[in-house]
């Protein structure tokens, strides 16, 4: 367990990932009934830009820092909850700020540190509940909530060589157990030989009708760089097809400046099979 997100706070991936699910945490609200939000690898819950993590890489100059410099009203939600919060917010702490009276939220974090920082967080918000515990574990103990309607994001650290794997078999145990819950679960492009079989076992798994968020820097060739990540989202809420490419415009009008690069939204379908 080497994996700090404190690293990578507000990189391209975070911003792409997080504009994305504010957009899915608003439609989850159209409804005038209460929603439970499940965050699988919820990480700290706030990331100072100015650590010594951050710092060190500068991820968030080729992400956040660039959203801010040239603010896109497309993206005015993700950019409003993240200015209103200071310092830079995690998933957990964006789906709190959005939360209304009645809403939900549990999270769960297996590093002992990460976990601490979270529950020092939302200690004493009733509407959110802190579990220092294997995330896959939760999958199978929290779902189905007895609110019926939900969304659980599913963001894993990819250190281990079986994460691809892992995540699928997450996707299918909580589809099992909720199967009318939307799922969000990302994963890093770094070469189509990695994601090529993960969508086919996604496809065969019968998840042929979620749909495939990717979005690249740069075409996804050198196996050694994280060139692009992508979101599948299982149940997608009426409208995201449609949104959903605006936002990812305006993301990479301003984060993808190298040649090559692209996004995309398709059914899992027909995803990227060739
Ligand atoms: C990519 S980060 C999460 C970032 C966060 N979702 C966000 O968007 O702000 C992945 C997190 O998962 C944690 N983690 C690793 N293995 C875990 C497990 N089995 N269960 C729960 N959390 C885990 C790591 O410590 C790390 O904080």
């Not at 896109?72 to 939600?77: E, H, I, K, Q, Y």
């Not at 918000?125 to 294997?134: E, I, K, L, T």
């Not at 009708?209 to 992508?230: H, I, K, Q, T, Y």
Request: proline residues 7%; contains cysteine; charged residues 25%.
């Amino acid at each position: 367990m080497n994996y700090r997100h404190a690293f990578h706070a507000g990189n391209f991936a975070d911003c792409v990932k997080h504009a994305l699910l504010v957009w899915l945490v608003r439609a989850l609200q159209r409804k005038d009934k209460p929603a439970f939000f499940l965050d699988t690898h919820a990480g700290r819950g706030r990331y100072d830009l100015e650590s010594a993590e951050a710092r060190r890489t500068g991820e968030w100059r080729d992400g956040i820092a660039r959203l801010r410099a040239a603010p896109d009203p497309v993206l005015g939600d993700y950019l409003g909850v993240v200015e209103q919060l200071g310092l830079y917010p995690g998933s957990p702490l964006l789906i709190r700020a959005l939360m209304r009276a009645g809403d939900r939220l549990a999270c769960c974090e297996w590093h002992a540190e990460e976990a601490a920082a979270l529950k020092r967080l939302f200690a004493g918000d009733p509407a959110v509940a802190v579990h220092r515990r294997d995330g896959w574990e939760a999958l199978g103990a929290l779902l189905p909530p007895p609110e019926r309607r939900g969304l659980t994001l599913i963001d894993p650290p990819f250190e281990a060589e079986d994460e691809f794997e892992r995540l699928a078999d997450g996707l299918r145990r909580a589809h099992r157990r909720f199967a009318t819950g939307v799922l969000a679960a990302w994963y890093p492009i770094k070469s189509r030989a990695r994601t090529r079989p993960f969508h086919a076992l996604l496809r065969e798994s019968g998840f042929a009708e979620a749909l495939v968020v990717e979005f690249c820097l740069r075409p996804p060739l050198d196996p050694a760089r994280l060139n692009g990540s992508g979101l599948i989202v299982v149940n997608p809420p009426f409208g995201f097809a449609a949104a959903a490419p605006a936002l990812l415009a305006a993301l990479h009008t301003r984060l993808a400046t190298e040649a090559g690069g692209f996004y995309a939204l398709v059914p899992l379908a027909e995803a990227f099979v060739g």
